[in-house]
């Protein structure tokens, strides 16, 4: 099967409103914008949110907090996702390979949730201090990158 062989099911899509096709049609004529104003012209409405010259709500509530646009966002991994890896060494390609992220963000954050064996050298752009702590424990690396 194909994608382009595909078709909707009968009676789930609906035809197009054809307007402007003469006055036996019922929608000539004006095209079903009625007589004049702002929404019968071409080009005609107004913009999302406008309340006709009132303040609009977006602007009447209070605004709260800072967003910074700068911020790191990571992505957050635990030990014992990683433990059960059998590769000496885990980079992002690695990880994303395996199926354990979507995509890296601004970069991965190693936590120490759960308890690790074997001498892994890992690299990420973040690791907690419990999980650099049970990493050299174990006898691997934590490498930053």
């Known amino acids: 099967m194909k994608l382009s062989h595909l078709s909707p ?28 104003g702002q929404k019968a012209r071409s080009g005609g409405g107004t913009r999302t949110g406008f309340e006709g010259g009132q303040t609009p709500l977006q602007r009447r509530l209070p605004k709260r907090g800072f967003k910074n646009i700068f911020k790191k966002e990571y ?12 590769d000496a060494i885990i980079t992002p390609e690695v990880m994303i390979e395996k199926g354990l992220l979507k995509d890296m963000k601004s970069g991965i954050k190693i936590l120490g949730d759960g308890e690790i064996k074997k001498s892994l050298t890992i690299k990420a752009h973040a690791f907690s201090a419990s999980a650099k702590e049970k990493i050299l424990k174990a006898g691997g690396k934590a490498e930053i990158i």
């Open 9 to 36: 099911e009968k009676g789930s899509t609906k035809r197009n409103k054809r307007v402007g096709r003469g006055h036996g049609s019922g929608h000539g004529k004006t095209s079903c914008r009625g007589h004049k």
């Open 75 to 86: 992505v957050i991994i635990a030990l014992r996702d990683l433990a059960e890896f059998s």
